[in-house]
């Protein structure tokens, strides 16, 4: 079967370091997405990982370890308008491709 | 480069009726999904087009149909209508079925009374 896991809620100090986790398991893993997601707004993207390894970009990294079907979303030098959802996807190669969202995690920047 | 569009923004129906919604891909962009998103299940897999095929389907019931056109628009419908299906219809379009990015459009938000 497939499940994605991530907390529901993370509250954060402005300025500060966040890290959002995602644990999932699929039959077919084929890349890990990141999304964050503003309320009553559309998911944009954020990053791709297919291998193990941190990739970097800006403010935002990502981590994925597929041993232990693990990512995280860390979020450096936290801004008030980094308060959004952000949502861990797997797509899954046995169904050709599709994308498995979780539940999301609400963040909360705090000044 | 303009981006997702969907239409309507907005839809309110009334339950056993049924409902269009339209979504026109990035310029270019092949593939089409569709996505229902509730608070309480979060963002679901409808299904996917590709050149005009349905490539994909989430598990949803028979109710919900869609196509894709020539011009790689798309979509769905969803027949006999339920109070559950109120809930925001997101599409989101990428260049080929081996593209790993998707572009969201803002979503049509339902609801059924």
């Known amino acids: 079967g497939q499940n994605i896991d991530q907390p529901t809620e993370m509250t954060a100090t402005e300025g500060a370091i966040v890290q959002i986790n995602c644990t999932y398991q699929?039959?077919?893993?084929?890349?890990l997405f990141w999304y964050q997601q503003h309320a009553g707004e559309a998911p944009t993207f954020l990053s791709y990982?297919?291998?193990?390894g941190l990739e970097e970009k800006g403010r935002f990294s990502s981590f994925l370890s597929r041993s232990k079907g693990y990512s995280y979303l860390l979020l450096k030098e936290l801004q008030m308008k980094d308060s959004a959802s952000y949502l861990c996807?797997?797509?899954?190669?046995?169904?050709?491709?599709?994308?498995?969202f979780g539940s999301g995690t609400r963040l909360l920047v705090r000044p | 480069k303009a981006g997702v569009t969907q239409t309507p923004r907005y839809l309110i129906k009334t339950r056993g009726q049924q409902v269009t919604l339209s979504c026109s891909p990035i310029?270019?962009?092949?593939?089409v999904s569709w996505y229902q998103q509730t608070p309480g299940q979060g963002l679901q897999f409808l299904f996917e087009?590709?050149?005009?095929?349905?490539?994909n389907k989430g598990n949803f019931p028979g109710r919900f149909s869609g196509r894709q056109f020539s011009n790689s628009r798309s979509e769905m419908n969803v027949s006999t209508l339920e109070l559950g299906d109120s809930a925001l219809y997101l599409c989101?379009?990428?260049?080929?079925?081996?593209?790993?990015?998707?572009?969201f459009g803002p979503g049509t938000r339902l609801t059924v009374t």
């Open positions: 990982n297919v291998l193990d």
């Open positions: 310029s270019g962009h092949r593939s």
């Open positions: 989101a379009s990428s260049l080929s079925d081996s593209t790993y990015e998707q572009y």
């Open positions: 087009y590709f050149s005009e095929t349905q490539r």
């Open positions: 699929t039959s077919g893993f084929n890349g």
């Open positions: 996807a797997v797509r899954d190669l046995d169904s050709s491709y599709k994308l498995i």
